[in-house]
């Protein structure tokens, strides 16, 4: 049986790109996202590359939906070696802090926290059981590093930053591993830095990254794993 990677918010850039680079590998390819039509084509285009893929639509702001949603993928590949979370919108909900209320968190905690912990709730079990698997998550920068101006989502994702760094020093040892790509600039290609491009073309060309390159740095935490989180591009923190 292939090993399978399952891809939540698989998108035109990050998503498709970490398809491929799995894919190359021979990993099976579970597509996750909330549009059936940009699945379909995404598909389409990983046959053509000979790898076996297949959609998968889902709301991920609604962690009540993951056990069925598990089912599904395991029903049509029959197991899950490999979750990647990254369902970066097209816009970031950042609000200053000193406007920050309770409701603005609330609709954003599920798809960027409880959703990937329920994932993971799900998957675990039979990874740990195996000896083997990898629970990789994509996040911006501000779950790193705070900026005036820039709170709400930040926060959300500094709280699923410390999970995951957690989860890594608890399945050390049991074959299993955990970790986080964080990424420090727009992503070419994706929904978010187009929309950026055309609302205002400076701020959509500060800076890019390919996403060939962000889906290596995950094949090269998954394979390595010495560490628990890469920047990337790499930047200067205090």
Not at 156 to 170: D, G, K
Not at 190 to 195: E, P, Q
Not at 220 to 226: C, G, I, N, P, S
């Amino acid at each position: 049986m292939s090993r399978t990677i399952a891809i939540f918010g698989a998108g035109s850039g990050l998503g498709t790109a970490v398809a491929r680079r799995f894919g190359r590998e021979g990993y099976a390819v579970a597509l996750v996202a909330r549009r059936r039509q940009p699945l379909d084509a995404l598909v389409s285009a990983l046959a053509e590359e000979s790898i076996d893929a297949a959609p998968f639509t889902a709301d991920l702001s609604d962690p009540a939906a993951v056990p069925a949603l598990i089912d599904a993928i395991m029903g049509r590949f029959g197991r899950i070696d490999v979750v990647e979370y990254a369902p970066i919108g097209a816009s970031a909900p950042f609000v200053p802090a000193a406007e920050l209320t309770a409701d603005a968190l609330r609709a954003i905690v599920d798809l960027y926290l409880y959703t990937p912990v329920e994932i993971a709730h799900a998957v675990l079990p039979q990874m740990i059981e195996r000896g083997d698997g990898g629970i990789l998550l994509g996040q911006g920068l501000s779950a790193v590093l705070a900026a005036p101006g820039m709170s709400g989502v930040g926060p959300v994702m500094a709280a699923a930053r410390n999970w995951i760094h957690s989860l890594n020093a608890e399945l050390a040892g049991k074959g299993v591993y955990a970790g986080t790509v964080t990424v420090a600039a727009w992503v070419e290609g994706s929904l978010g830095h187009r929309l950026a491009s055309q609302a205002d073309p400076a701020l959509g060309g500060n800076p890019t990254v390919d996403p060939a390159e962000l889906a290596e740095q995950y094949w090269d935490l998954l394979t390595k794993r010495d560490r628990a989180e890469q920047i990337f591009p790499p930047v200067g923190l205090p």
